[in-house]
């Protein structure tokens, strides 16, 4: 398998620019998930799905944010307009939701940059 | 909402020596898990422990779920240079997020 796939894996913008970034969950996986790393805030979890439904966006920093899951391999999500602040690596992860407690297999990331 | 702590932030160590990280919550967990994150990469995931007092063992890591499923620890012994990384530990809370700890960067000085 050829694991979470995220594209692109870097992007620089500016700010005001909409920015989309894309997700192939691994085959057969039925939970995805949007994440954000920076050296402030750590690791948070922004939205995840499951069987393409969306079930916790608590996350999502704010309406300018968007996130969809039209099918089972392909999400997206989305920042309009970007801000400096939203600079950060968005990971995107999946599992097999096969036990209460399932590992999560993530992606290689998306830089993103906003200036 | 429930949350983690990690200690220490940061660990440098001279190859060959061990490592320790800790996970503390002021909650009982009902569950952890480990993953590790090389510099520049994503976190790939380690080990997950649910039962009161486990201890699993992978290779040179160890890892322990307390007694009262409060804390945890991940302890590597003669660290490598290939264990570099920042080692977070996560667990599922009841409205099945996982929730990451802040992690510990360990760096190793060959």
Same mark, same amino acid.
């Given at each position: ?107 290689p990331g998306t830089r993103l940059t906003v200036l | 909402g429930q949350q983690v702590m990690q200690i220490p932030q940061y660990q440098h160590v001279q ?19 480990? /993953? ?9 995931? !380690? =080990? ?8 699993? %063992?992978?290779?040179?890591l160890t890892f322990q779920f307390g007694e009262a499923k409060k804390n945890s620890s991940l302890h590597i012994t003669a660290t490598q240079t290939t264990?570099?990384?920042? /080692? ?9 997020? !996982? =929730? ?8 190793? %000085?060959?």
């Amino acid at each position: 398998d050829a694991g979470v796939i995220q594209s692109p894996r870097h992007e620089v913008t500016e700010m005001g620019q909409e920015v989309t970034l894309r997700c192939k969950p691994i085959s057969g996986h039925n939970s995805l998930f949007w994440y954000r790393q920076t050296m402030m805030r750590g690791l948070e979890l922004l939205i995840y799905f499951n069987n393409n439904v969306p079930i916790d966006d608590s996350g999502m920093p704010e309406d300018r944010f968007s996130a969809k899951m039209p099918n089972a391999s392909f999400s997206t999500l989305k920042i309009q307009p970007s801000e400096p602040r939203d600079s950060a690596v968005y990971f995107c992860a999946s599992s097999s939701g096969t036990s209460v407690y399932n590992e999560q297999f993530f992606g290689p990331g998306t830089r993103l940059t906003v200036l | 909402g429930q949350q983690v702590m990690q200690i220490p932030q940061y660990q440098h160590v001279q190859e060959g020596e061990d490592f320790t990280t800790y996970c503390n919550s002021s909650t009982t967990l009902s569950n952890i898990q480990w /993953y590790k994150q090389r510099p520049g990469g994503h976190p790939v995931f !380690l =080990i997950q422990l649910v039962k009161s007092g486990e201890v699993k %063992k992978q290779k040179r890591l160890t890892f322990q779920f307390g007694e009262a499923k409060k804390n945890s620890s991940l302890h590597i012994t003669a660290t490598q240079t290939t264990d570099v990384g920042t /080692y977070f530990c996560a667990f599922y809370n009841q409205g099945g997020k !996982l =929730i990451f700890g802040q992690g510990t960067e360990l760096s190793v %000085k060959p």
